[in-house]
C-alpha cells in the first residue's frame, strides 16, 4: 500500500500577557513589604548567566511581576525598589511549560543591601490545572534507552506506559519507527497524544504519531501532561511537549557511537549459533557561541547547536513459505492420482494429469518465473511441498537526522530563534519469498522562527511561525514495475533494500 502526506503547517501566533507557554515557561510572583502590602513599581531583573540574557520589568499596583516566554534553564531573578534592601535569588530552574511561582518579601533598608537566596525546594505549580511531570535533560542523557528514542522515559511518568499495543494501520500503511511505538497516557490509545517541539506542531495528522524525534543530545527537557491544560494545546488527551537545547557562551561537544552485535552476545542454549544482528548508532552534538576570531565574538549575544544521529541496522530474518515445485509449473498433476478435467471440453480429462503446454497461459508462466522462485528446501506433509521455500533476508533500517539551532538575544528587549530538523529514515521489511518485501521510505522537514518582543513594562508578543514537510511510502519492492520480453533487464536500488531487477 502506497501513503504519502505533505503537510504543510503554519503556527503560532500568539499575543498576550501570559499564554502562549508552550516550549517556554514563566516565572511570575508578588512583592510585598515586611507588612505583607504590595509593593509597586519594583525592579524585577531576570538572567540566564549561562546566554548573559535578562529581561527588566515591573511590579504592578498590586505587586504582581509576571515573564512569559522564557526558554527552559537556569536563573537569577532580583528585585529592586528604593527604600528597601534588594533581594536576588540563583538556581531558580524553569522547566518546559512550567509556570514557576516566585514571591519576594522586602525589608526596610538600604538598596545597597542584598539578601541573597541561593536555590531552593522544588516549586509546586499552583498556577495551572494540568497534571504532569518533567523529564530534565540529565535523566534524558543518563538513563539507559534501548533505541536512543527518549520517549521510552515516559515511563516514569505515573499513569503513562510504553508497553501498549502500536497502531496497527499506522503500521501497515506508513511503516517505520513512529508507528511501532506506543506511548498510551492515563489508559488511552496511541492516537489521542499531541506532540509538539519547541512550541511547534509535531504530530502526524493521519495517526496522531510525532512527526520528528530528535536525537536525545538535543534536547533540553520534555514534559508529558494531561487534565485540564490551557487552551494553547487546542487537542487530544496527553500533551508531549519538548524543548530543543540552545547554545551558551561555553563551548561544549559530545560524541557518541553506541554498538549492538550478536558477537557480543551470549549464545542460546538451544541454539547451535546466534542469528546475525548488527545495531550501529553514532553522532554529535556541538554547541556554543558564534565566534569569528578578530571579526566577530557571540559571547551573549548569538549562540547555536547542531546535532547529528545516524543508524545502521541488520537484523537477521528466517521466514518459510510454500511454493510450487517444477511439477505444478510444467503442469504435470499425475502425482495427485485425481482426474484433472479439461475445462474446454466438459468430461474429458487430461491424460495422466498432464496439461499439455500450449494450454497454459504465458501470464500464468510469466508470473511464476518472474515473481516465484523455486523451492529452495525439502517440504512436508502429504505432498511434499509444505515450507518448502526459506527466505533468510535481514531487514534493514537505516537513518540520518540533524538538527540546527541559532538563538539572538542581544537586541534589547528582543530574543530570535531558528531551527531546522531533517530527518530520512529509509527501511527494507522482507517477506517470506525473497525480493518480495517492504521499501519504507520517510523524509520529514521541519522548521520554525520564534521572536519574542517585551513591550512596555508589562506586555509579552511572543510569535512563532513553522512548517511541516512529511512524505512517507510503504510499499512493495517490486510494485509498479514491468518486466517486458523487449526491455533491458534493469537493477534499481533502494537505499536500505537489496538490488531489485
Do not use: W
Request: aromatic share 10%; hydrophobic share 35%.
Amino acid at each position: 500500500m502506497y501513503f504519502i502526506l505533505k503537510c504543510l503547517v503554519a503556527l503560532s501566533l500568539v499575543a498576550s500577557l501570559a499564554l502562549g507557554q508552550s516550549g517556554t515557561g514563566e516565572i511570575n510572583g508578588t512583592v510585598t513589604d515586611s507588612s505583607g502590602a504590595a509593593v509597586s513599581g519594583a525592579t524585577v531583573t531576570i538572567s540566564n548567566p549561562a546566554t548573559g540574557f535578562s529581561r527588566v520589568l515591573r511590579t504592578n499596583d498590586g505587586g504582581i511581576y509576571s515573564a512569559p516566554a522564557l526558554n527552559p534553564g537556569s536563573y537569577s531573578v532580583k528585585v529592586e525598589k528604593q527604600g528597601f534592601q534588594s533581594q536576588s535569588r540563583t538556581g531558580v530552574e524553569l522547566q518546559v511549560g512550567q509556570a514557576h511561582s516566585l514571591n519576594f518579601t522586602m525589608a526596610v533598608g538600604n538598596v545597597a543591601e542584598v539578601i541573597e537566596v541561593t536555590g531552593g525546594a522544588p516549586v509546586l505549580d499552583t498556577e495551572a490545572t494540568s497534571v504532569g511531570t518533567v523529564i530534565e535533560n540529565k535523566r534524558i542523557v543518563e538513563l539507559p534507552l534501548n533505541g536512543r528514542n527518549y520517549l521510552q522515559l515516559a515511563s516514569l511518568i505515573p499513569g503513562a506506559t510504553t508497553n501498549g499495543p502500536a497502531s496497527s494501520q499506522g503500521q501497515q500503511r506508513m511503516g517505520g519507527a513512529r508507528n511501532s511505538f506506543a506511548l498510551n497516557v492515563a489508559g488511552q490509545r496511541v492516537h489521542y497524544n499531541h506532540y509538539s517541539l519547541d512550541g511547534m506542531e509535531n504530530t502526524d495528522p493521519n495517526f496522531n504519531t510525532y512527526l520528528f524525534l530528535p536525537s536525545i543530545d538535543a534536547l533540553q527537557e520534555f514534559k508529558v501532561e494531561s487534565g485540564l491544560f490551557s487552551a494553547e494545546y487546542g487537542r487530544a488527551i496527553a500533551q508531549v511537549n519538548v524543548s530543543t537545547k540552545a547554545g551558551t557562551n561555553q563551548f561544549h561537544g559530545v560524541g557518541f557511537s553506541y554498538v549492538r552485535n550478536a558477537f557480543f552476545d551470549a549464545r542460546n542454549f538451544f541454539a547451535p549459533v546466534n542469528p546475525p544482528f548488527k545495531r550501529n548508532q553514532f553522532g554529535g552534538t556541538f554547541s556554543g557561541p558564534v565566534r569569528l576570531p578578530k571579526v566577530f565574538d557571540g559571547r551573549n549575544k548569538l549562540f547555536f547547536m547542531f546535532n547529528y544521529e545516524g543508524l545502521r541496522e541488520r537484523r537477521a530474518l528466517t521466514q518459510t513459505s510454500t511454493l510450487p515445485d517444477a511439477r505444478f509449473r510444467s503442469g504435470n498433476f499425475g502425482f495427485l492420482n485425481r482426474a484433472i478435467r479439461d475445462p474446454l471440453n466438459p468430461g474429458q480429462v487430461f491424460p495422466n494429469g498432464l496439461i499439455p503446454e500450449s494450454r497454459i497461459s504465458p501470464i500464468s508462466r510469466r508470473v511464476l518465473n518472474d515473481f516465484f522462485p523455486l523451492p529452495n528446501q525439502g517440504g512436508t506433509g502429504a505432498l511434499g511441498i509444505t515450507n518448502n521455500y526459506l527466505n533468510d533476508e535481514s531487514r534493514r533500517t537505516d537513518g540520518d537526522q540533524f538538527t540546527v539551532r541559532t538563538d539572538l538575544t542581544s537586541i534589547q528587549n528582543q530574543t530570535f530563534f531558528f531551527r531546522f530538523s531533517q530527518t530520512e529514515e529509509p527501511q527494507y521489511i522482507p517477506f517470506a519469498i525473497k525480493d518480495q518485501g517492504n521499501v519504507v521510505g520517510i523524509l520529514g522537514q521541519q522548521g520554525v522562527i520564534g521572536h519574542t518582543k517585551v513591550i512596555g513594562a508589562n506586555k509579552v508578543n511572543d510569535f512563532k511561525f513553522g512548517m511541516n514537510y512529511f512524505t512517507s511510502s510503504n510499499i512493495q519492492q517490486r510494485a509498479f514495475q514491468r518486466l517486458a520480453d523487449d526491455m533491458p533487464r534493469r537493477v534499481i536500488r533502494i537505499r536500505g533494500a537489496q538490488p531489485r531487477v
